[in-house]
């Protein structure tokens, strides 16, 4: 164990300070596994998959959004030829990625060397401001939960958004709601934030590029800011873009609707979302497909698919740890017959949270960073203090093999009944 941790952690710095820009622990290992010569058996090497959570994400590119080819090419067509229209609106499912586009294509207006292909640079320093949210000529407008002391609170609602956005490209409105707690609130842009937005159109544009405005969910403008958008699209102001988003057309005032440019956006292909998470390194591939399968082609829902498995999940593996350490058949029971009446596709996402944990357990018993969730801290420094390398190198294969028979539609009762045997035999040997 001594030596395993020294050889490790000769290595591991500067591994990792070589894997340069975006820390990959996929990368990382491929690499340590490369320079090392040391042959890691698969299952080991299988929980070294990346698994960070959804994180800030510098710059919004066209080719950073999963899927809607044809509206990226109608869009940068267009900026190419100088013939976008000063509104446009996207329209489509939720959680299709119009937030994110619209981020993109204004970045890509103000972008002052895009690239061949028609996207922006995404490095540039007006690039930079957009992905930002610090550029002075970019606005954002946006459903909120009004309240009595609004004015106050203005500029940190502003504020809140741009992070809301920027940690979550793919934001829902009811994500957004629950960023302040306004879950049980009607939201709604209010004719204030229209004449806001106003001014500051009217305003000439403080570094010469033009100004553009995005206006999230213009189906939630009610009637008076509608009515005041509607003039802003009437007489639009000089190198004014304005992007408006909406998932129902039939929403949209018509006479706005009937003035904009209109891309459509389509449910994206499962296939597309899962190696969409599997690159941003949310989840491994196995869980990526397991998200985006269940998504319904949103980006957001598998995204939330993959934040929420991992909640009952540490219930139910918590639980599981104490009937494997007891070892009584009635617990075991119990236990088995509660998984089993769960969907299949649940029981594979339950072996592929435990390979994590025991993954995190792992690195924690290395002394090695560990991502691991603060609620599951204690449970994983439990399983680190419980196995050491060798057993849990056992354990991986052991969930390993049970997600290989529950894939093949093995009996699913047979499957955990053994898992649960091998595994209080394995928990036990070491007492
Ligand atoms: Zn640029």
């Known amino acids: 164990m001594t030596q395993t ?27 340590l596994n490369e320079r090392t010569g040391v042959f890691f058996p698969r299952p080991i090497a ?22 809607q080819e044809s509206a990226k090419a109608a869009a940068m067509g267009a900026v190419a030829r100088g013939r976008l229209s000063h509104a446009i609106l996207l329209v489509g499912p939720e959680g299709t990625g119009k937030l994110a586009f619209a981020a993109a294509l204004v970045q890509r207006l103000f972008c ?21 949210g610090g550029h002075p000529d970019v606005h954002y407008v946006f459903p909120y939960a009004r309240s009595h002391d609004a004015k106050a609170s203005n500029e940190e609602t502003y504020i809140a958004f741009r992070e809301a956005r920027l940690k979550n490209p793919f934001l829902t409105l009811k994500q957004w709601a629950a960023a302040f707690d306004a ?38 403008l009610n009637v008076s800011a509608a009515n005041a958008l ?26 706005i609707y009937s003035r904009c440019q209109k891309l459509t956006f389509f449910p994206v292909k499962a296939e597309i979302i899962a190696r969409y998470l599997e690159s941003k390194g949310w989840a491994t591939a ?17 995204m939330e698919i993959l934040r929420q498995a991992d909640e009952p999940m540490l219930a139910v593996f918590r639980d599981w740890l104490n009937v494997c350490y007891k070892g009584a058949w009635p617990e075991i ?3 088995v017959k509660g998984l089993t009446e769960r969907p299949r596709e649940f029981q594979k996402l339950y072996l592929t949270y435990g390979l994590e944990k025991l993954r995190e357990a792992l690195w924690t018993g290395l002394s090695l960073p560990a991502t691991t969730a603060p609620q599951e801290r204690e449970l994983v420094q439990k399983f680190a203090r419980m196995l050491d390398v060798e057993r849990i190198e056992t354990a991986a294969r052991m ?6 028979r529950i894939t093949r539609n093995a009996n699913a009762k047979m499957t955990f009944v053994l898992l649960t045997l091998k595994f209080h035999q394995l928990l036990r040997a070491g007492r």
């Open 230 to 255: 509607l003039k802003l699209l009437e007489e639009p102001t000089d190198q004014t873009t304005l992007v408006l988003t909406a998932e129902n057309p039939s929403d949209v005032l018509p006479t």
């Open 183 to 220: 879950e049980n609130k009607q939201l709604v842009i209010g004719v204030e934030e229209a004449r806001a937005l106003k001014r500051a159109l009217t305003l000439s544009a403080f570094e010469g590029k033009g100004k553009a405005a995005v206006v999230w969910r213009a189906d939630m």
């Open 112 to 132: 002052s060397s895009p690239s061949p292909d028609g996207d922006s640079c995404g490095v540039c320093d007006d690039c930079r401001k957009v992905s930002q």
């Open 5 to 31: 941790k020294n050889l490790w952690e000769g290595f591991v710095d500067d591994v990792f300070a070589s894997t340069t820009g975006v820390f990959s622990v996929g990368a990382a290992f491929v690499r």
């Open 333 to 335: 029971e119990r236990w």
């Open 46 to 67: 299988y929980m070294f998959c990346c698994n960070e959570k959804p994180r800030n994400i510098a710059s919004m590119r066209f080719k950073d959004i999963p899927g």
């Open 399 to 404: 969930l390993e093999d049970a997600v290989f």
């Open 286 to 302: 196995d869980k990526a497909q397991e998200a985006a399968a269940l998504a319904g082609g949103s980006v957001a829902k598998a």
